[in-house]
């Protein structure tokens, strides 16, 4: 199901098109103007447009954000910030299939599970352009702004309190309640020995946890300075976790928000910004491969669901677990279905983003690029060797989890398009020329400390 919606994106027009020969691709070279004017032709009915940088206003609530994004004060056990699982050291991702949250054990500089413990069931995505007009939040959507702009819905059971500001600030309310990512489990203690007074806490009980939580954060006095910076004339006694996150997203969007790619450029008519490999993997992108029936829109994806037949791995979640049942928008996810119908990511500086799928999957675009290709041999093939040894034995490889991946499958995904080796090789040049060259080094993003006095890295 592909959800169309007109963006709040701060993009310019769409570039001109002109008559071409077919969307399909060549067969054979044709002069560079003419690859030019297919491409753009190509784009045209898929919504793709050029994205303007972003500016946030209110430095003092970037400011906040930033202290609070890298702080582990925010976690129950005070062991996990939100850069734990979005790090600028790994492209405000975690570089890993399926994110390991409160509790870790260090070992060799990895985060490991601690006793006790189990992986989150889903990759940690990048945040590159989150705030940029995606209409859905997390792998199933279950944050979403289906009511209206404002009028967020939720999973069942969440409340949300006014004054939310955004999507990305929505989103920013969940992760705190959640004991696998960053609450904690009853009788924990955080890292300095205390106890963790955020986990006994009931798990519907949101209001409270976001009352506990702003309670724990305003006993800092950088905190309270930096609150009063941000909205001043707020009481303290007024301030709610909220607050907090429309500050944490006002960051995310200033900090990554990564526009400049090598693909705009071309979008505005600079014709030698992308190498005649990326035009023909784009003439394939946007023609015969159908990429572009679930990739479209300015961020090339965000805003629809799709099954497309990624392996099964992982605890599980909800009631078909050990299986990951995808998002419950279309219903809810039954006995019969429908199954693994997960949100289709952007796929804008997606090159520095592995490893993927909803749950890291494959560690290449190479990979993912074959899968595609053929749909039905990725699943009854795949090599689980491609997982970091703890996730191995968490892969769902039966022939009934087989078979009931293979059923639901998108009509558009199942059909073998038996891309050849210089074609997928394409189709990766084009995937990379999505860059920004920003986006590669993220490290100025990071403060030197927080107020929690906590180390900001892991």
């Given at each position: ?24 691709g ?30 946030e ?26 850069a ?36 989150t ?8 352009n989150?705030?940029?007009g ?23 059971g ?28 009853p009788?924990?203690?955080?890292v ?36 009063n ?10 301030l709610?976790f ?24 071309f ?14 993997g ?11 029936s ?25 009631s078909?677990?050990p ?24 796929l ?6 592995a ?58 995904i ?6 050849t ?35 900001v890295?892991?």
């Amino acid at each position: 199901m592909r959800v169309v919606r007109p963006l709040r994106l701060i993009a310019v027009a769409l570039v001109a098109a002109c008559d071409s020969n077919s969307v399909d691709g060549p067969t054979t070279p044709e002069p560079t103007a003419t690859l030019d004017v297919q491409v753009r032709q190509a784009i045209q009915p898929w919504g793709v447009v050029p994205l303007l940088p972003v500016v946030e206003n209110n430095a003092a609530l970037v400011d906040l954000g930033q202290a609070l994004f890298f702080d582990k004060a925010l976690s129950g056990n005070r062991d996990v910030a939100c850069a734990t699982c979005h790090s600028p050291t790994t492209e405000a991702g975690d570089g890993r299939s399926l994110a390991v949250g409160t509790g870790a054990v260090l070992t060799g500089g990895l985060r490991t599970l601690g006793v006790g413990r189990q992986f989150t069931p889903r990759n940690a995505p990048s945040l590159f352009n989150s705030g940029l007009g995606v209409f859905y939040m997390f792998w199933d959507g279950r944050v979403s702004e289906l009511g209206g702009t404002g009028r967020f819905r939720t999973p069942t059971g969440v409340t949300l309190p006014g004054g939310v500001s955004s999507l990305l600030a929505a989103q920013a309310m969940l992760p705190v309640t959640n004991r696998v990512e960053m609450r904690g489990e009853p009788g924990d203690k955080d890292v300095l020995g205390n106890t963790n007074e955020l986990s006994p806490l009931p798990d519907t009980a949101n209001a409270a946890i976001w009352t506990a939580l702003m309670r724990r954060l305003l006993s800092y006095s950088g905190y309270v300075e930096k609150f009063n910076a941000a909205y001043p004339g707020v009481p303290a006694t007024s301030l709610g976790f909220e607050h907090a996150a429309n500050a944490i997203a006002a960051f995310e969007r200033a900090a990554f928000a990564k526009t400049n790619t090598a693909f705009d450029r071309f979008m505005r008519h600079e014709d030698n910004a992308i190498s005649v490999d990326a035009k023909r993997g784009a003439l394939l992108f946007f023609g015969r491969g159908t990429c572009s029936s679930c990739h479209s829109g300015p961020l090339l994806g965000g805003n629809g669901f799709a099954s497309d037949g990624t392996p099964q791995l992982g605890p599980g979640t909800g009631s078909v677990a050990p299986l990951d049942g995808g998002s419950d928008l279309f219903g809810g996810v039954q006995p019969n279905g429908p199954f693994f119908q997960f949100r289709v990511p952007p796929l804008r500086n997606v090159e520095l983003t592995a490893p993927y799928m909803h749950n890291g999957a494959y560690p290449t675009l190479e990979a993912v690029v074959r899968h595609y290709s053929n749909v039905d041999s990725a699943v009854t093939s795949y090599d689980v060797t491609q997982l970091e040894p703890a996730l191995r034995s968490t892969y769902h490889g039966d022939a009934t989890t087989r078979q009931k991946l293979l059923a639901s499958v998108d009509p558009r995904i199942r059909r073998i398009l038996a891309f050849t080796p210089e074609e997928q090789r394409q189709l990766v040049a084009f995937l990379k020329s999505l860059t920004d060259p920003a986006a590669r080094d993220l490290s100025s993003v990071t403060p030197a400390s927080v107020p929690s006095g906590l180390p900001v890295p892991e």
